[in-house]
């Protein structure tokens, strides 16, 4: 089937450290790849994407590559922000569909302290 | 530009009342439809979708329904409510490129506590 695997939460860092997010994925066709963001008492906003492998989706500091080979899609910032502090969803789509369904991670969530 | 709103924001319900979320999207036409819920520690849970008009899927055997009266207008519905309903709400569309690249855009999202 689909899936999505996050790691799990919570995180903590200091302002300036650096983040990984990790996520890996199963699918049964060819997935594009997608990081949202969910700031508190907000909706979902996408971050960023990658549709096809070896893609690096970039976004306001954050970057994650699409691994075919590791079926992966980790997150990574070199330098957090207290205002990153958010809700981080690892997601995935099968790309062609026309149901437009997308597979979530369960979520991790970031702390930045200053 | 597309928008979607979802209302209301925040509904205190006791058990056993019933329950009306509305979203509606402006700028675009035709849009799939979706709405899920992310109960409190865990992700996010697909309950249904829509492909258009009067055309409703459901993804998990639940407590609540869905409608689409309208083209641009999606309605999530429970006669009684169950504390197992308690949650966050989000309706989310997406448009002939947006089901091409997976893209989805999401509302502000309804918080639901059920007492």
């Known amino acids: 089937g689909n899936s999505v695997t996050q790691m799990e939460g919570p995180v903590t860092l200091s302002e300036e450290a650096f983040l990984t997010i990790n996520c890996t994925y199963t699918a049964t066709g060819y997935p594009s790849l997608f990081w949202y963001v969910q700031y508190p008492g907000e909706g979902l906003q996408l971050l960023l994407k990658a549709t096809k492998a070896d893609d690096k989706g970039s976004n306001k500091g954050f970057e994650a590559t699409y691994r075919k080979e590791t079926t992966s899609f980790h997150l990574e910032k070199g330098s957090v922000q207290v205002s990153d502090s958010a809700v981080y969803f690892c997601?995935?789509?099968?790309?062609?569909?026309?149901?437009?369904?997308?597979?979530f991670g369960r979520g991790t969530q970031l702390t930045v302290w200053p | 530009s597309q928008t979607i709103h979802q209302w209301p924001a925040t509904l205190v319900q006791p058990v056993g009342s019933p329950l009306s979320l509305e979203c509606t999207v402006e700028?675009?036409?035709?849009?799939?439809l979706y709405w899920y819920r992310q109960a409190a520690g865990r992700g996010l849970q697909l309950l249904f979708y829509?492909?258009?008009?009067?055309?409703i899927s459901s993804e998990v055997p639940q407590n609540l329904s869905a409608s689409r009266p309208q083209d641009r207008q999606f309605i999530l519905s429970s006669k009684k409510l169950l504390l197992s309903d308690s949650g966050f709400y989000l309706c989310?569309?997406?448009?002939?490129?947006?089901?091409?690249?997976?893209?989805?855009?999401f509302g502000e999202g309804s918080r639901l506590t059920v007492l």
């Open positions: 829509s492909v258009g008009i009067g055309q």
């Open positions: 989310a569309w997406t448009g002939l490129a947006g089901s091409l690249t997976g893209e989805l855009f």
């Open positions: 997601a995935l789509t099968l790309r062609g569909s026309t149901l437009g369904r997308l597979y």
């Open positions: 700028g675009t036409s035709n849009p799939n």
